[in-house]
């Protein structure tokens, strides 16, 4: 069976400071993960997705994101934060063969000027 | 391209209407899908179509139908709509579910309240 954690519910940093939302996943077979992200009333965008290739991932606007098989982590990095990355983040997983995505319960990012 | 459309943005039902949440896309994707996000819960598959004419259930498919006649559209039916319906749906599609590991493409909502 496939989940995901994530681990907090709301980060807040000021802006400049580094980001760190963290991602804790299950699965039983080898999976691929990905970072989507939403801003206020809109719908979900990609913005990084490991597939068995590299383990350090590099996304759109500055976020990478490391896949750790020994720790069933992959969590989201930028070195410093912008007013524009104040969204809510998803961690997700998925599996060959399942027909669907697993969502994480979301990360709340504030970021304080 | 518009990429993935619905409609309405808002909607307000009744307990016991029945409404037809509407979902095209214009990138000839394969694969579409309904989600539901609920607060502190992410996004829950209901219903999703790996072609015309192929559907299947997802996680949460109570209360929900949906049919696909075309490559572009795929529908989300409400047939007695309850309060816990109350949310906020999401309509994606990707070119092909080859093993999950494809980029889903995200409409921008439809949030429904149901009295």
């Known amino acids: 069976a496939q989940s995901v954690t994530q681990l907090d519910s709301h980060v807040s940093v000021s802006e400049g400071t580094p980001v760190l939302l963290r991602c804790n996943y299950s699965?039983?077979?080898?999976?691929?993960l990905f970072w989507y992200v939403q801003h206020p009333n809109k719908g979900l965008q990609l913005l990084l997705k490991y597939t068995s290739a590299a383990t350090l991932v590099k996304g759109i606007n500055g976020f990478e994101a490391e896949f750790k098989k020994s720790e069933t982590s992959f969590h989201l990095t930028k070195p410093s934060a912008h007013m524009s990355d104040a969204a809510e983040y998803f961690c997700?997983?998925?599996?060959?063969?399942?027909?669907?995505?697993?969502f994480g319960t979301g990360t709340r990012l504030t970021v304080i000027p | 391209n518009a990429g993935v459309t619905q409609t309405p943005k808002f909607q307000v039902l009744k307990t016991g209407q029945s409404m037809t949440l509407q979902c095209a896309q214009d990138?000839?994707?394969?694969?579409m899908s309904w989600y539901r996000q609920d607060p502190g819960m992410g996004l829950r598959l209901i219903h999703y179509?790996?072609?015309?004419?192929?559907?299947d259930q997802g996680e949460v498919p109570n209360g929900y139908n949906v049919s696909r006649s075309t490559t572009e559209d795929f529908p989300l039916r409400l047939l007695s709509a309850a309060p816990s319906q109350t949310s906020v749906y999401f309509c994606?599609?990707?070119?092909?579910?080859?093993?999950?590991?494809?980029?889903?493409?995200f409409g921008p909502g439809t949030r429904l309240t149901v009295l």
């Open positions: 994606a599609s990707s070119y092909s579910w080859t093993g999950g590991v494809n980029e889903q493409f």
């Open positions: 990138m000839n994707h394969e694969y």
């Open positions: 997700v997983v998925s599996v060959f063969g399942a027909n669907n995505l697993f």
């Open positions: 699965s039983s077979y080898s999976p691929s």
């Open positions: 179509s790996v072609g015309a004419g192929i559907t």
